[in-house]
């Protein structure tokens, strides 16, 4: 049974950084897709960043691209997503999504794998 689990949410002011964590269990990686989604209250969930084939190949969505950036550690089976320079408009609830085949890898509905989701709030 695959599990999902992110840590490394919290409140920050804005310009600060966070690196968020998630951690997989029961999940092969190898020739699959992992990301990172948020939800902003009231708006629809969009991708943020993905990886695929471990960190075989990497893509940042263009509201974070220079800010953020996500990786995986194979050995850890853990993906990462360093956010820096953080603004308002970052705050949301961060969830990890595993699963979707390449080519697929920034469709949420191609992901069959949830975590929890984990909350980043940036004030100004």
Excluded at 4 to 25: I, M, P, T
Excluded at 74 to 102: H, I, V, W
């Amino acid at each position: 049974q695959v599990q999902l689990v992110e840590s490394g949410g919290g409140s920050v002011q804005a310009g600060g950084s966070l690196r968020l964590s998630c951690a997989a269990s029961g999940y092969r990686y190898t020739r699959r897709c992992m990301a990172w989604f948020r939800q902003a209250p009231g708006k629809q969930r969009e991708v943020v960043a993905t990886v695929f084939d471990g960190d075989v190949s990497r893509w940042v969505a263009d509201s974070v691209a220079g800010r953020f950036t996500i990786s995986h550690d194979n050995a850890q089976s853990t993906m990462f997503l360093r956010m820096t320079s953080l603004k308002p408009e970052d705050t949301a609830m961060y969830y990890c999504a595993a699963g979707a085949q390449g080519g697929s890898c920034r469709r949420e509905t191609a992901y069959s794998h949830w975590g929890q989701g984990t909350q980043v709030t940036v004030s100004s």
